[in-house]
């Protein structure tokens, strides 16, 4: 099921005809593929599959950095994430993974029913076509009856797969038999290979509307209507998106910029590309490092800039005996030097005043595997309020709250030189330094 993100009534401006649509894709589908699709043309586009558990569990918050609404499951992963370019524009997908619905129709039809009954928004659907023309003509009929504002039909059986000629003929009798607006999906390998072809292809299907997946995934300019750029120009625009706007995991990115090079992923870019470990590595293969310091330092000052905001309060609360802090350990090259992390910082801090070395606890969350640490110093205990996804990353957020609380620098780039610095390089060249997560931690306790 799929339901237009935004306050418009039913009645709204979303309409489903005579669209370009970007197709529900995993992994490919997210903020920055999406608002690149809309900048080549597309005038719909749809976010990667997402399950309604996990949806349930998150937290709607406004990212005032990056200028998104997030919402964030409970161990702090953005699980989906928009923004002002696409309102009006972007759908949301959820429910059964792939076609895992097709097999239960009383199902198909009591959740759109109760999705059209409980929301204000256009309701979509998309299937896949079953083993017969009856079967499917007689399920679309039974979803137009729900009451969603359109259909996307993918013209091949669940078991057929891309290198499967389209069916053609079924979205054809489909778009015949409702009079609900028929979106034509699953002609990117054989019939579109330029946006000259999406016409080619609604007409064949006798669809309302075209919904590119993997064409679009290969170039996304295929939505333009002047015609495609190529493809090292749409992964500069898509890496502009990722790395600097709207942020993404680094696998996320790599994924679907192979995807875009192809038959080039054994070519000199391709291997460059694949030696990357940030961001900026990406940058330096696409030559743009220019661009890469540029939006970095607006990011910075950005961030400062909030930091300073006195409505927002990142002040230390007393948890019991535990000292707390709404923090999260961010560890990338924007943020820390190699090698320098904030529990090495806590470490020289607790020689330097003569202190027992800090002791780490950690416990781990059942229900999504998430980590929180306890980290004692002197007679004092501090820990994030937020889980992080490792025990490693938990314990350092735990030292940057205790170092926060204790007025001490944690090593992040542009900070005051604390004397810290110098003894800790003495110390590496000597031998004597302990590696950064090899001290102070106890195995993680499962709650």
Same mark, same amino acid.
């Given at each position: 099921?799929?339901?237009?993100?935004?306050t418009?009534?039913?009645?709204?401006?979303l309409?489903?005809?005579?669209?370009?649509a970007?197709?529900?894709m995993?992994?490919v589908?997210?903020?920055?593929?999406?608002?690149?699709?809309?900048d080549?043309?597309?005038?719909?586009?749809?976010?990667?599959e997402?399950?309604d558990?996990?949806?349930?569990?998150c937290?709607?918050?406004?990212?005032e950095?990056?200028?998104?609404?997030?919402?964030?499951?409970?161990?702090?992963?953005?699980? %989906?994430r928009?923004?002002?370019?696409?309102k009006?524009?972007?759908?949301?997908?959820?429910?059964?993974?792939?076609a895992?619905?097709?097999?239960?129709?009383d199902?198909?039809?009591?959740?759109?029913s109760?999705?059209?009954?409980?929301?204000?928004?256009?309701v979509?659907?998309?299937?896949?076509?079953?083993p017969?023309?009856?079967?499917?003509?007689?399920?679309v009929k039974?979803i137009?009856?729900?009451?969603?504002?359109a259909?996307a039909v993918?013209?091949?059986?669940?078991?057929?797969?891309?290198?499967?000629?389209?069916?053609c003929?079924?979205?054809?009798?489909?778009?015949?038999?409702v009079?609900?607006?028929v979106?034509?999906?699953g002609?990117?390998l054989?019939?579109?290979?330029?946006?000259e072809?999406?016409?080619?292809?609604?007409?064949? *299907?006798?669809?309302?509307?075209v919904?590119l997946a993997?064409a *679009?995934?290969?170039?996304?300019s295929?939505?333009?209507?002047k015609?495609?750029?190529?493809?090292d120009? *749409? /992964?500069?625009a898509?890496?502009? @998106?990722v790395?600097?706007?709207?942020?993404?995991d680094?696998?996320?990115?790599? @994924?679907?910029l192979?995807?875009m090079?192809?038959?080039?992923?054994?070519?000199a870019?391709g291997?460059?590309?694949?030696?990357?470990?940030t961001n900026?590595?990406?940058c330096?293969? %696409?030559? /743009? /490092?220019?661009y890469?310091?540029?939006?970095?330092?607006?990011?910075?000052k950005?961030?400062?800039?909030l930091?300073?905001?006195?409505?927002?309060?990142?002040?230390?609360v007393?948890?019991?005996?535990?000292?707390?802090?709404?923090?999260r350990f961010e560890?990338?090259?924007?943020?820390?030097?190699?090698?320098?992390?904030?529990? /090495? @910082?806590l470490l020289?801090?607790?020689?330097?005043?003569?202190?027992e070395?800090?002791a @780490?606890?950690?416990?781990?969350?059942a229900?999504?595997? *998430? %980590?929180q640490?306890t980290v004692?110093?002197g007679?004092k205990k501090?820990?994030?309020t937020?889980w &992080?996804k490792?025990?490693? %990353?938990?314990?350092?957020?735990?030292?940057?709250?205790?170092l926060?609380?204790?007025g001490?620098?944690e090593?992040?780039?542009?900070?005051e030189?604390?004397?810290?610095v110098?003894?800790?390089?003495?110390?590496e060249k000597?031998?004597?330094?302990?590696?950064?997560?090899?001290?102070?931690? &106890?195995?993680p306790?499962?709650?």
């Amino acid at each position: 099921a799929q339901m237009n993100s935004n306050t418009m009534s039913k009645a709204g401006l979303l309409c489903f005809r005579n669209k370009l649509a970007l197709a529900p894709m995993v992994r490919v589908g997210t903020l920055p593929m999406r608002l690149l699709a809309l900048d080549y043309g597309a005038d719909i586009v749809y976010c990667e599959e997402l399950i309604d558990l996990k949806m349930v569990q998150c937290q709607r918050v406004e990212n005032e950095v990056l200028e998104t609404v997030d919402f964030v499951a409970p161990d702090d992963r953005v699980m %989906f994430r928009t923004c002002s370019k696409e309102k009006d524009k972007v759908v949301f997908q959820m429910g059964g993974m792939g076609a895992a619905l097709l097999a239960d129709p009383d199902k198909i039809e009591s959740i759109l029913s109760t999705l059209v009954k409980g929301v204000s928004k256009p309701v979509t659907c998309k299937i896949r076509i079953l083993p017969t023309l009856e079967e499917t003509v007689s399920l679309v009929k039974r979803i137009e009856k729900t009451g969603v504002s359109a259909i996307a039909v993918h013209g091949r059986m669940k078991i057929e797969r891309p290198q499967h000629p389209v069916h053609c003929d079924y979205i054809q009798a489909v778009a015949e038999a409702v009079s609900i607006p028929v979106i034509a999906n699953g002609g990117s390998l054989e019939l579109v290979k330029s946006h000259e072809d999406i016409e080619k292809f609604r007409e064949a *299907a006798g669809a309302s509307s075209v919904m590119l997946a993997r064409a *679009a995934m290969w170039n996304p300019s295929i939505f333009c209507s002047k015609g495609a750029v190529s493809v090292d120009q *749409a /992964m500069e625009a898509y890496i502009k @998106y990722v790395s600097f706007s709207y942020g993404l995991d680094l696998k996320l990115t790599m @994924y679907c910029l192979f995807s875009m090079l192809r038959d080039r992923v054994e070519s000199a870019m391709g291997k460059q590309l694949h030696a990357a470990q940030t961001n900026q590595d990406i940058c330096q293969v %696409f030559g /743009m /490092m220019e661009y890469y310091q540029k939006v970095e330092e607006e990011q910075q000052k950005r961030k400062e800039r909030l930091q300073s905001n006195p409505n927002i309060d990142t002040s230390p609360v007393l948890d019991g005996d535990v000292v707390t802090m709404p923090v999260r350990f961010e560890r990338s090259e924007r943020e820390y030097p190699p090698q320098i992390t904030p529990k /090495m @910082y806590l470490l020289e801090w607790s020689r330097r005043e003569k202190l027992e070395q800090p002791a @780490y606890e950690t416990v781990q969350r059942a229900q999504d595997r *998430a %980590f929180q640490s306890t980290v004692a110093v002197g007679e004092k205990k501090y820990r994030s309020t937020l889980w &992080e996804k490792s025990k490693k %990353f938990a314990e350092q957020a735990a030292a940057i709250v205790s170092l926060r609380t204790l007025g001490v620098p944690e090593g992040r780039i542009g900070e005051e030189n604390s004397g810290l610095v110098n003894k800790r390089k003495r110390e590496e060249k000597n031998g004597e330094l302990e590696k950064p997560d090899d001290h102070c931690s &106890e195995r993680p306790r499962a709650r």
